[in-house]
């Protein structure tokens, strides 16, 4: 018998802390230097003038049990 089960966690961060985590985004790290600097200063504006220097990531996490027959 295998359950399944998600669960849903929000996780609140500040513009600072939200900007560091985008600098290690391996997608965002493709661009090259100066694209990605400019990606980065227009995520940190707009996350400080429209969403009050806060922002909210969903995480959702899939738990698997399987009983061992």
């Avoid at 849903?8 to 500040?14: F, R, Y």
């Avoid at 940190?44 to 969403?51: A, D, V």
């Amino acid at each position: 018998m295998t359950m399944t089960r998600n669960q849903i966690a929000d996780g609140s961060h500040s513009t600072a802390a939200y900007i560091g985590w985008l600098k290690t985004d391996s997608l965002v790290n493709t661009l090259d230097e100066q694209a990605r600097r400019g990606f980065l200063l227009d995520m940190e504006r707009l996350i400080e003038s429209k969403y009050s220097s806060e922002v909210v990531r969903n995480y959702i996490y899939e738990i698997i049990v399987a009983q061992r027959a």
